[in-house]
């Protein structure tokens, strides 16, 4: 019989669903919101950016010298493609960074996985990573430059020692984050230890594994740009060149020209691997 008001019944699944979806609006805390939502805001932040740029730089607030305006920008640019520096340089420091990125791959996966997995190959590698990681960049810079002198192996060396024990260590906590309960299911219908690898650990981890790899592909990219700069000639053009060479003629323009390419390239990397990242490991 009914009472004449609502009986405090839990809500359906679809109902909790979209008080979720219309409070993430509203800045719920943990709440999401679309693709197009999210793509719409982004936008709307770069155009507020931008728009205190121009303000900033066109209205007199900043001095040209530490804030050019986007025309001096676009000036910096459009030199830089005269000379038929800007493609080529775009180019050289992505191919170093997948190259460099490849190696990482290569080595820092199988490591991170044997820590991950075996208790005492972690308890043998953990510390002395740890503490090498803590080294600083410029130390890191003098030991590729004792060992590679200044050729373009030593670009690879360098970013390949800046990421690599990033990878080993992330690598080794998207292992240990598998859950528990799925080897012990494993185990209890008689799988062997490498079985539990390949086919639980392995692709449990492998979306936290990507994620870690475009971590790593940031890390490089910053990187890359640090040993081009320190080491920089028109016979080995790249971004950090780009960025060396505005320094040196006090072009504030090409400054800043040289950096927002390096971040609208880093912004792409990032961009397509997150795409493979929720193409093939959203799971």
């Not at 050019?68 to 170093?96: C, K, M, N």
């Not at 953990?126 to 003098?142: C, E, H, Q, T, Y």
């Not at 192996?153 to 309960?181: C, G, H, P, T, W």
């Not at 790899?213 to 890390?219: D, F, H, Y």
Request: aromatic letters at 14%.
């Amino acid at each position: 019989m009914s009472l004449g008001f609502r009986e405090n019944v839990p809500a359906r699944p679809a109902e909790r669903d979209a008080g979720k979806k219309s409070n993430s609006l509203n800045f719920a805390i943990r709440g999401t919101i679309s693709s197009r939502s999210d793509f719409t805001i982004g936008m709307m932040g770069i155009g507020i950016l931008v728009a205190l740029w121009c303000i900033a730089t066109y209205g007199g607030v900043v001095r040209s010298f530490y804030l050019p305006t986007p025309t001096r920008v676009w000036e910096g640019l459009a030199d830089f493609h005269r000379r038929q520096w800007l493609l080529l340089s775009i180019w050289r420091s992505f191919w170093r960074v997948i190259r460099g990125l490849n190696l990482v791959i290569v080595v820092g996966v199988p490591v991170g996985i044997l820590m991950g997995t075996f208790a005492s190959v972690d308890a043998l590698l953990r510390k002395m990573i740890n503490g090498v990681k803590g080294i600083p960049a410029a130390g890191g810079l003098g030991l590729v430059v004792l060992w590679f002198s200044t050729e373009e192996s030593a670009k690879i060396a360098f970013i390949f020692l800046i990421a690599i024990f990033y990878m080993i260590l992330m690598v080794r906590n998207a292992i240990l984050a598998v859950n528990e309960d799925y080897l012990s299911m494993a185990l209890d219908f008689g799988a062997t230890r490498w079985q539990v690898v390949w086919r639980i650990l392995l692709p449990g981890a492998f979306p936290r594994i990507w994620d870690a790899t475009i971590e790593c592909c940031g890390i490089m990219w910053a990187a890359v740009v640090v040993v081009e700069f320190i080491n920089s000639s028109e016979a080995q053009l790249g971004l950090g060149y780009l960025l060396y060479f505005g320094a040196r003629t006090q072009d504030s323009g090409k400054v800043f020209a040289a950096l927002l390419t390096f971040a609208c390239a880093s912004s792409l990397s990032d961009f397509y691997l997150h795409l493979i990242r929720q193409r093939f490991f959203n799971w």
